[in-house]
């Protein structure tokens, strides 16, 4: 397993910006597909974005495809999630989580390590 450990999350309003961070330990994050989460208040956690091993696949739920970008710098031992003109629906306490299925996964149960989480708040 490895060490997570998200940053970047914070108060924004309507059509900002934020681009959440999560550093890992260990020498293993490149064999690693890294994936986004969130969980709003009152609500399931749910996928957001997944990244492979290599970086050269990613898939991300309907909702931010085309205003959230995930990216992985495997010689910084991290992977980032830019996300762009946010919604109040955007809400929610962010996880990143690392998981041994190489391509990426939408599912929780193919990772293995979470982090704490980093609280993400859009106000309209």
């Known amino acids: 397993q490895v060490q997570l450990v998200e940053s970047g999350g914070g108060l924004v309003q309507a059509g900002g910006s934020l681009r959440l961070s999560c550093a890992t330990s260990g020498r293993t994050f490149s064999s690693y597909a890294m994936g986004w989460f969130r969980q709003a208040p009152g609500k399931e956690r749910a996928f957001v974005a997944t990244i492979s091993w290599t970086g050269d696949i990613t898939y991300y739920v309907d909702s931010v495809k085309g205003r959230f970008t995930i990216s992985r710098d495997n010689a910084k031992n991290t992977v980032y999630l830019q996300m762009n003109n946010l919604k109040p629906e955007d809400t929610a306490v962010y996880y990143c989580?690392?998981?041994?299925?190489?391509?990426?996964?939408?599912?929780?149960?193919?990772?293995?390590?979470w982090g704490q989480g980093t609280q993400v708040t859009v106000s309209s």
């Open positions: 989580a690392a998981g041994r299925r190489g391509l990426g996964s939408q599912y929780s149960f193919d990772y293995t390590s």
